[in-house]
């Protein structure tokens, strides 16, 4: 036990006075063998009382911790992940378990605990999460910046769905904001003819050129606006959008 990868901390009373452990639990509280790392020590100069506890930002009191709790309640307390503030000023994370020990009659006459050291593990889960906040800040801020655009934007997936079409050519087209619009079934559906005046067929949409590897420069087109049954004129940039490994992954195009 003393030799113990994680930490094992051990009491042999019911009022959890005196908290002592093996040694990696006496490196995690930067203790020795001669202190009492009991957070309910009677005397106020034990190392346990000047010791914080945090649960989910929470300070708890010594009577929420787990060897407390086990050996008052009688029963096994399942994992805790606890910040803990040394006097030291060094932080870490544990996630820790307590059991009560119980004498040949069943009685309960002290208790264990298990700690283990989670910092590292803790610090990966807090820099995915800002790196996952700064993600959702900037698609927020392409979304404004899309959207504040008047000419229309329309992305197109490599499923040939269009994966984000900006306000204005949700409004041209009357599209929800739920709505996935697919760029062959988009293209059927609309009157859509050359600047020479002849049918555009289908495997000719700017998107679907683009998908394909095809860079397209002020493609002119005349298309009746399904709302209005309006006749437009209208001049289509598109191009593929690639991966780090040049795969293409979809298509822009701007109107």
């Known amino acids: 036990m003393m030799a113990s990868p994680v930490g094992i901390s ?3 009373d019911q009022t959890c006075q005196f908290i ?8 995690q509280f930067e203790s020795s063998t001669e202190d009492n790392v009991s957070a309910s020590a009677s005397n106020d100069d034990a190392l346990g009382r ?9 300070q708890i009191s010594d009577k929420e911790l787990p060897l407390q709790r086990a050996v008052a309640e009688n029963r096994v307390i399942p994992s805790m992940e606890l910040e803990v503030q040394l006097p030291s000023g060094r932080c870490w994370f544990t996630e820790a378990f307590g059991a009560p020990m119980h004498d040949p009659e069943g009685n309960v006459v002290g208790g264990v605990a298990v700690t283990l050291d989670v910092t590292e593990r ?13 993600i959702q800040q900037e698609r927020d801020r392409l979304s404004v910046l899309i959207n504040s655009i008047t000419d229309e934007v329309w992305f197109a997936n490599s499923l040939k769905n269009f994966a984000l ?15 996935v619009v697919n760029v062959e079934k988009l293209a059927s559906n609309l009157e859509v003819y050359d600047s020479d005046g002849s049918p555009r067929q289908i495997e000719n949409a700017p998107a679907l050129r683009a998908l394909n590897g095809e860079v397209v420069t002020n493609q002119e087109e005349i298309i009746r606006m399904p709302i209005d049954g309006e006749l ?5 940039n598109a191009s593929p959008v690639r991966d ?4 293409i992954i979809g298509s822009i195009a701007v109107v």
């Open 10 to 12: 051990f009491l042999t």
């Open 20 to 27: 002592s452990g093996n040694s990696t639990f006496l490196a």
């Open 50 to 58: 000047q010791i914080r506890f945090f649960l989910d930002g929470r």
């Open 122 to 134: 803790k610090q990966v889960e807090q820099e995915r999460e800002q790196l996952l906040g700064d």
């Open 165 to 179: 079409i900006n306000l204005s050519g949700r409004l041209e087209f009357n599209i929800r904001d739920d709505e």
């Open 232 to 236: 437009r004129y209208r001049q289509v």
């Open 244 to 247: 780090q490994k040049g795969n």
